[in-house]
């Protein structure tokens, strides 16, 4: 779908969409939990629909509502070939788990996702005595259990979401685990899993984040969970507000151990007038100037930090391009040509990532099928100089399917 965006001063409350994150974190943990676990404040985005499908595939019975998801567990196989769809988390997480049972399992995907390589889900798993095999280091994964516990080393420099995966996963083996990381980014993400982990009854022990001790023969205790807001959604809206708006953002936790809260640091450094409460952020249009930011614990940010220092003047320093390589799209490549397209120059120098502000143009412009691109583009519309039209906005369904919605609720003129 294309959609076209004209120029607009937006002014509201907008609620933050649900962690999806969290959510499809809370789906893994009430999978393995006997009895019935809610998820309360559920979200309901494209890749957590496809945690909850392979949920139910893997003998979980799913009853979403509006505002609630229940999820019995059960440890009884009923599909053996699970659609991750295109969720990197998904693929990752429930491929250690999918590893617990005594089945060959197959593990497939769709676009983006079959781009990625799964080469350390592999190795991992083979450490571990599971039977695992891709296609030429892609998908499928074919995966025999059961895991019985052990030890493997894996490198985190790509994803921590494998780790979170094996966190979920080795409590429920025979022996015990432990698992040594190397280079690990985006060490608060893993901390949402020691968290959720802990709610259902499940210990971890983490030393310095680069060896983790897992006891076997541990038990899942059925949990009601809530999902809290998304900060990498939430993000997005923010910026929209500080280009060209007053917005205040409802249903963000002041204290989430979600990495990308720190949009708040990167907002105040381009010195945007913003105002947090407990769980509302106020933020209204001024005078933007040029930032330096670290996005190496939250590259999801790029895309919204881009958009700010598209307005900023002078050249913004962004760091953290190689966590950009495997995600949807070659998403810093993807970022410089679709700005480009809008007049905003970017330059790429190994891991920094230099936008010199100015004042975007109307364009027609491609989301690449990623959903960051396309938020980030049309947060960018608000304040260019004619509409930008954006080809395949559809995407932003992966993680924020109301998007385009709470940016009318507020004022953005939107065209489909």
Same mark, same amino acid.
Not at 67 to 75: D, F, P, Q, R
Not at 177 to 191: G, W
Not at 240 to 260: C, E, F, P, T, Y
Not at 298 to 312: G, N, R
């Given at each position: 779908?294309?959609?076209?965006?004209?120029?607009?001063?937006?002014?509201?409350? +907008? &609620?933050?969409?649900? @962690?999806? *994150?969290?959510?499809? /974190?809370?789906?893994?943990?009430?999978?393995? !939990?006997?009895? #019935?676990?809610?998820?309360?404040?559920?979200?309901?985005?494209?890749?957590?629909?496809?945690?909850?499908?392979?949920?139910?595939?893997?003998?979980?019975?799913?009853?979403?509502?509006?505002?609630?998801?229940?999820?019995?567990?059960?440890?009884?196989?009923?599909?053996?070939?699970?659609?991750?769809?295109?969720?990197?988390?998904?693929?990752?997480?429930?491929?250690?788990?999918?590893?617990?049972?005594?089945?060959? +399992? &197959?593990?497939?995907? @769709?676009? *983006?996702?079959?781009? /990625?390589?799964?080469?350390?889900?592999?190795? !991992?798993?083979? #450490?571990?005595?599971?039977?695992?095999?891709?296609?030429?280091?892609?998908?499928?994964?074919?995966?025999?259990?059961?895991?019985?516990?052990?030890?493997?080393?894996?490198?985190?420099?790509?994803?921590?979401?494998?780790?979170?995966?094996?966190?979920?996963?080795?409590?429920?083996?025979?022996?015990?685990?432990?698992?040594?990381?190397?280079?690990?980014?985006?060490?608060?993400?893993?901390?949402?899993?020691?968290? +959720?982990?802990?709610?259902?009854?499940?210990?971890?022990?983490?030393?310095?984040?680069?060896?983790?001790?897992?006891?076997?023969? #541990?038990?899942?205790?059925?949990?009601?969970?809530?999902?809290?807001?998304?900060?990498?959604?939430?993000?997005?809206?923010?910026?929209?507000?500080?280009?060209?708006?007053?917005?205040?953002?409802?249903?963000?936790?002041?204290?989430?151990?979600?990495?990308?809260?720190?949009?708040?640091?990167?907002?105040?450094?381009?010195?945007?007038?913003?105002?947090?409460?407990?769980?509302?952020?106020?933020?209204?249009?001024?005078?933007?100037?040029?930032?330096?930011?670290?996005?190496?614990?939250?590259?999801?940010?790029?895309?919204?930090?881009?958009?700010?220092?598209?307005?900023?003047?002078?050249?913004?320093?962004?760091?953290?391009?190689?966590?950009?390589?495997?995600?949807?799209?070659?998403?810093?490549?993807?970022?410089?040509?679709?700005?480009?397209?809008?007049?905003?120059?970017?330059?790429?120098?190994?891991?920094?990532?230099?936008?010199?502000?100015?004042?975007?143009?109307?364009?027609?412009?491609?989301?690449?099928?990623?959903?960051?691109?396309?938020?980030?583009?049309?947060?960018?519309?608000?304040?260019?100089?004619?509409?930008?039209?954006?080809?395949?906005?559809?995407?932003?369904?992966?993680?924020?399917?109301?998007?385009?919605?709470?940016?009318?609720?507020?004022?953005?003129?939107?065209?489909?």
């Amino acid at each position: 779908m294309e959609r076209y965006l004209e120029p607009s001063i937006i002014k509201g409350t +907008i &609620k933050a969409p649900a @962690s999806k *994150s969290m959510t499809q /974190r809370a789906i893994a943990a009430a999978l393995l !939990a006997d009895g #019935q676990s809610i998820i309360h404040n559920p979200s309901y985005c494209d890749d957590s629909l496809a945690a909850m499908s392979i949920a139910v595939g893997l003998g979980a019975r799913v009853e979403p509502q509006v505002n609630e998801l229940k999820i019995n567990g059960s440890a009884i196989l009923k599909e053996p070939k699970l659609n991750c769809g295109e969720s990197g988390l998904a693929i990752r997480m429930f491929s250690p788990i999918a590893a617990l049972y005594p089945a060959e +399992i &197959k593990m497939v995907g @769709s676009n *983006s996702l079959k781009k /990625r390589p799964m080469f350390m889900i592999e190795e !991992a798993l083979n #450490q571990l005595g599971v039977k695992c095999t891709s296609s030429g280091g892609f998908l499928p994964l074919t995966i025999e259990g059961p895991i019985v516990g052990g030890f493997c080393e894996i490198d985190g420099s790509v994803s921590s979401q494998l780790l979170t995966g094996l966190l979920m996963a080795l409590p429920l083996a025979t022996g015990n685990s432990e698992i040594r990381v190397n280079n690990l980014k985006s060490k608060p993400y893993i901390d949402m899993t020691i968290q +959720i982990l802990k709610s259902f009854g499940i210990t971890v022990e983490n030393k310095d984040y680069n060896l983790f001790r897992i006891k076997g023969n #541990q038990k899942y205790v059925p949990h009601s969970y809530i999902v809290e807001g998304d900060w990498s959604g939430a993000a997005f809206l923010l910026v929209a507000g500080a280009i060209n708006g007053q917005l205040s953002v409802s249903g963000l936790r002041s204290d989430s151990m979600q990495s990308d809260k720190s949009i708040v640091n990167a907002l105040e450094k381009a010195g945007a007038h913003i105002i947090s409460g407990e769980d509302q952020i106020d933020i209204t249009r001024s005078e933007l100037k040029a930032f330096e930011f670290d996005a190496t614990e939250s590259p999801d940010l790029f895309p919204p930090l881009v958009a700010l220092a598209s307005y900023c003047e002078g050249k913004s320093t962004i760091k953290g391009v190689s966590r950009l390589i495997y995600k949807e799209s070659d998403r810093a490549k993807a970022i410089k040509e679709e700005f480009g397209k809008m007049g905003i120059k970017i330059e790429i120098d190994d891991d920094l990532m230099y936008v010199i502000g100015g004042k975007p143009q109307g364009a027609r412009v491609e989301s690449h099928d990623d959903h960051r691109i396309a938020m980030a583009i049309a947060i960018t519309s608000l304040g260019a100089s004619g509409k930008v039209s954006i080809r395949d906005s559809q995407c932003v369904a992966k993680s924020y399917p109301g998007f385009f919605d709470d940016l009318r609720h507020v004022g953005a003129i939107v065209h489909e």
